[in-house]
Every structure is written in C-alpha cells, then in structure tokens.
C-alpha cells in the first residue's frame, strides 16, 4: 500500500517515512488525513493530532486504522483538545479493550469533554473505560485531565484499576474530584497519579 504523503519526509533528496508525526493545531482535514495513514505505517511511533477540531468518529477511524494494520508500532497517540461525547468515550473503551491493538501505550485525552454535562451517562461511559483497562495489559499511560469528570464516575475508575497491572500514570488534574475519590484511585502501588500531589501512599 501507499504511505501517505504525511508520513514521509525527503532528507537530502531522499524519501524517508515518519516516526514522530506531529500536525498538532492544524486542522480536522490534515488530523483526518493523519489517523487515517495510521493504517499504512510501519515506522510510526507517535501521532499527535492536538487541537484539530476532530470529535467521536475520527477516534472510531483511529481504532480501524489501528486494526487493519499489523505492523504498526504506534506506541503514543495524543487527541487532546479535541472534541468527544460519550460515544466517543465509548470509543476509546473499544480501543483499549481490543486484544488486536498491541502497540498502543499511552493515550492523551485531555481537554476532550465536559464529562460534568451528562452525569448519567458520564457514569456509564467512564464505567466502559474502567472495564477497558480491567483487561488492557499493554497501556501504561493515560490522560483525561481537564474533562469536567466529577467523583460519581472515577468511583468506578478506582473499583476496576486494581485489576490493571500495566498503568504506571493516570492524569485526572485539573477535574472536579474530591480528596476522598482522589485517594480511592491512587490506591495501586505501580501507579503514579497526576492530579493529587498533595497525597502519600501512606494516607
């Protein structure tokens, strides 16, 4: 197959394809067209699509990508401060549950929702993601600073994370989270937290 032309640079009259693909503030038309040549990359390690005003469809597009391409080496994705619902949420669970993604090791979701604005459902789709990572054994960081999470939702982060064997650092800063459920979550002895600085592992 093709690679496309955002994974290949030419260094000194020669063609060399991308480790590191970063179109970070560009927009939805280049992030689009950089998720989607996931699906033919052997040499990238990392795509960083920050603030490309993409939303829920374009993380499902990343999961297929991912899917369809058995050499990928893909090891970090950055989405943040783009735009998910909670189908979009839910479409991260997918990816991380999904035993054919094997590459995949740190997922940036900061600054991707207002989780605060559908409690209900925020409930639901975070529990999703706490279901994802029970049996994920390849991630080791994940970010979802800045969304608007409150305490309902991370509860049941913290009830399924101890099953989680492979997450050494969890972002939850700059959320609506009391000291309580903060100290719920930093419970795993592997696991760094950002958010709570103030708490020991003694507390």
């Known amino acids: 197959a093709l690679i496309p032309l955002l994974y290949q640079r030419r260094v000194h009259g020669s063609a060399h394809t991308v480790v590191h693909l970063n179109v970070a503030s560009t927009n939805?038309?280049?992030?689009?067209?950089?998720?989607?040549?996931?699906?033919?990359?052997?040499?990238?390690?990392?795509?960083?699509?920050?603030?490309?005003?993409?939303?829920?469809?374009?993380?499902?597009?990343?999961?297929?990508?991912?899917?369809?391409?058995?050499?990928?080496?893909?090891?970090?994705?950055?989405?943040?401060?783009?735009?998910?619902?909670?189908?979009?949420?839910?479409?991260?669970?997918?990816?991380?549950?999904?035993?054919?993604?094997?590459?995949?090791?740190?997922?940036?979701?900061?600054?991707?929702?207002?989780a605060s604005t559908w409690p209900d459902l925020g409930v639901d789709a975070i529990g999703r993601l706490a279901t994802a990572l029970r049996t994920n054994n390849i991630l080791t960081v994940l970010r979802l600073a800045s969304n608007g999470l409150t305490d309902g939702p991370i509860k049941r982060l913290a009830k399924d994370l101890p099953m989680n064997k492979t997450l050494t650092e969890l972002d939850l800063s700059s959320n609506f989270l009391s000291e309580a459920v903060l100290k719920m979550v930093h419970s795993g002895p592997q696991l760094r937290l950002i958010g709570a600085p103030q708490l020991s592992r003694s507390a």
């Open 28 to 114: 939805a038309s280049v992030g689009e067209r950089a998720i989607l040549g996931v699906e033919f990359s052997k040499t990238a390690e990392s795509v960083n699509v920050s603030r490309c005003e993409l939303g829920d469809e374009t993380l499902k597009d990343f999961h297929s990508s991912l899917q369809r391409n058995a050499h990928a080496v893909l090891h970090t994705f950055d989405f943040s401060y783009n735009t998910l619902g909670k189908y979009g949420l839910s479409a991260a669970a997918e990816l991380l549950s999904d035993p054919t993604v094997r590459s995949l090791t740190s997922l940036n979701l900061t600054g991707c929702m207002d």
